[in-house]
């Protein structure tokens, strides 16, 4: 029989190795920021059936996988070898050039929407972000900064791309009280 709980962490308290940390602590901030990532990810998953592949969202969920690692042995303090690299990152940024030479270039603001993945998928990057600003404050590894950074640029690149293909115009905000 599978366990789904513990107990352990029942009064504000959860076992990171062999330590005890408060379940408010900057470090369980950033395990749920990216963890709460990685689920939506699952969804945007879910949304795209055939192309799913095409998208790369799965090996961005594995990379976030690493990611929570790394953060939960900086919560040990214990050196983790496997870690989020720049290579990573260089990833993304060939994949935001791929996309951006066939969007069209953008002139104004872009108010999230469209399609329903690619609404999800702007939802995805604004997850991205909080997850970047929770991870600076636990002083992560610096590449791992950077792929979330990345990684917001290309969801939001992504977003874009779900649209044009689907013949959905991006709309403005007309900034009109």
């Not at 900057?26 to 969804?43: H, K, T, Y």
């Not at 496997?82 to 951006?100: F, H, P, Y």
């Not at 791309?161 to 009109?176: A, D, G, H, Q, T």
């Amino acid at each position: 029989m599978t366990v789904y709980y513990t107990g352990q962490g029942d009064k504000g308290q959860s076992a990171m190795g062999v330590r005890k940390i408060a379940k408010d602590d900057p470090l369980f901030d950033a395990l749920g920021a990216l963890d709460e990532l990685n689920s939506w990810l699952g969804v945007c998953r879910a949304s795209v059936k055939l192309k799913a592949k095409s998208y790369k969202l799965k090996a961005i969920q594995e990379t976030l996988f690493i990611a929570q690692a790394e953060i939960a042995m900086l919560g040990m303090k214990k050196r983790y070898t496997l870690r989020v690299t720049r290579a990573k990152t260089e990833e993304l940024e060939r994949e935001i050039r791929r996309i951006d030479a066939v969007v069209p270039n953008i002139k104004k603001f872009i108010i999230p929407g469209g399609a329903e993945l690619s609404a999800k998928l702007d939802y995805a990057r604004t997850l991205a972000r909080r997850a970047e600003r929770t991870l600076v404050c636990i002083k992560a590894n610096p590449d791992l900064l950077a792929y979330l950074n990345r990684l917001s640029g290309y969801l939001f690149a992504l977003a874009r791309l779900v649209n044009f293909r689907l013949n959905i115009k991006e709309e403005s905000p007309s900034y009109r009280p």
